[in-house]
């Protein structure tokens, strides 16, 4: 699979910072699965950006035995694919906070880890 090695910018409209963030969901039909995109965003967009993410990602129907899980944040990284992003809980944790979202929503102890 062919990786980025250009530059990638905030999808956040008016933005013209360079892309930090990938914001998605670990998404599965139970044969395939991947991370499903909400944005790839400045650390400035980040914050808003991340709470549209949640937004629809609730709203997201779902077929039956289809997996969304709730919308993760992930360190872009040229040269590496999803699966080799690094992805970043405790930014998350932090945010969730500030929004006064519940934890809860978050993977957490062994689910973490398999992430």
Known sequence: MA???????????????RAEYKIA?????????ELKTYGLVCAECLPQAFRESIRKQAECRRAPKEILE??????????????ELERLFDLEDQLRSSMNLAPS????????EEA
């Open 3 to 17: 990786r980025f090695a250009y530059v990638v910018y905030c999808t956040n409209l008016g933005c013209s910072h």
């Open 25 to 33: 969901s670990r998404w599965s039909d139970g044969v395939t699965a």
């Open 105 to 112: 929503d978050l993977p957490t102890g062994q689910d973490r």
């Open 70 to 83: 709730p919308p993760g944040i992930y360190r872009l990284a040229p040269g590496k694919g999803d699966l």
